[in-house]
């Protein structure tokens, strides 16, 4: 499909709220952020060493008016300048989703406006279309965040073939549960991130899964339990262990693996484009081996910045704009589909 923009801009209220962030956008052509409004949860679930689902939900009912309010009055519009209303309506956690699902409803049939279902994960890549204004399909993606691992190739707008994915924990969720066991906390792939610039990365030689008979398939519980390992036997011994040498080691082989499967792929798909999104794309040691190898290998990479990483609203509101151009709409029948596949309507 061709990016086709009609006489007058099209402009698009996006609504996520999936997980931990409450989150609001205008989006005008799919390419250019008005307003990008987000509350994150982050403190409160800090103290639980994880999102707490009820707690998430409540939070999102607190704050999704104000959130939408702010998000118009910063992008300078009101709901009548509104062509659509996008929302994320899966994957993530069930009350959650229903809260801006139920908002998006609520706008859409007041204010008579079209409603656009968006899956989470196709709104991560399409973060890249705000930060990459020529950027294109055909491309291969590499999709990392909390609870997602996913190598696809995006063949047009909203056209996905996923040619990989993680057979136990995502990316984001070994960064997560290695952190805690270092004692770094909750958000974990900031931290190591951070406590990695310190580190010795060939300090530690941790596993790097490959999975028998499927080359771009992940699995990260190994290397998790390596590390958990190390730490135990370590304790054992009564030795000190070092943060910074673990998060760089453990950063290391994530890295490996998901650069080396990108690689893999982009040559077997013979694309020319690699795009990174999700909240682990944000990582420096990530980026830094992608772009490295992208360059051994004549490739372009493109990834968003930090903030349209994480879970944001106006990645919705791209991805949104795209499936409205072709035409989809959803009832008021939409509900939240806590395990929705990509590629599904
Ligand atoms: O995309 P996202 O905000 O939410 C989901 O859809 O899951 O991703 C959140 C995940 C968390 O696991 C977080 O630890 C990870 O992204 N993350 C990072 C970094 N920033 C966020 N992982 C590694 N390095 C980072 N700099
Ligand atoms: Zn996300």
Do not use: W
């Not at 999102?60 to 309010?69: C, G, L, S, Y």
């Amino acid at each position: 499909m061709s990016e086709v923009h009609s006489e007058k801009d099209v402009l698009i209220l996006a609504i996520e709220s999936s997980c931990d962030e409450t989150a609001a956008a205008v989006v005008k052509n799919g390419r250019d952020m008005l307003s990008n409004v987000i509350s994150s949860q982050i403190k409160l679930h800090t103290l639980y060493g994880g999102v707490v689902p009820e707690i998430a939900s409540r939070k999102h009912i607190e704050k999704i008016n104000q959130v939408i309010e702010e998000a118009l009055y910063e992008a300078g519009v009101t709901l009548d300048d509104i062509d659509a209303i996008g929302v994320t309506y899966g994957p993530g956690l069930v009350g959650a989703l229903l809260v801006g699902v139920s908002a998006a409803k609520a706008i859409a049939f007041a204010k008579n406006k079209p409603l656009v279902g968006v899956h989470h994960i196709e709104g991560h890549v399409s973060a890249n279309f705000i930060e990459h204004k020529d950027l294109k399909p055909p491309f291969l993606c590499l999709i990392v965040s909390g609870g997602h691992t996913h190598l696809v190739m995006m063949k047009d707008y909203g056209e996905f073939e996923i040619i990989g994915r993680t057979r136990d924990d995502a990316a984001g969720e070994a960064f997560d549960k290695v952190a805690r066991a270092i004692g770094l906390g909750y958000p974990g792939g900031p931290k190591i991130d951070k406590a990695a610039r310190e580190g010795n990365p060939h300090a530690m030689e941790f596993p790097r899964a490959h999975v028998a008979d499927s080359p771009y398939d992940f699995s990260f519980s190994g290397l998790k339990s390596a590390v958990l390992n190390y730490i135990n036997h370590a304790n054992m011994l009564g030795e000190e262990i070092s943060v910074p040498d673990i998060a760089a080691s453990f950063q290391n082989a994530v890295v490996d693996v998901l650069v080396e499967h990108s690689m893999l792929a982009a040559k077997e798909y013979g694309v020319d484009k690699i795009v990174m999104a999700g909240g682990v794309a944000s990582n420096s040691a990530l980026r830094a081996g992608m772009q490295k190898a992208c360059e051994e290998n004549n490739l372009e990479f493109y990834f968003p910045s930090p903030i349209l990483c994480t879970d944001n609203a106006a990645m919705i509101g791209a991805a949104a704009y795209f499936e409205y151009i072709k035409g989809t709409r959803h009832g008021f029948d939409l509900n939240a589909v806590p395990n929705l596949k990509l590629g599904e309507r």
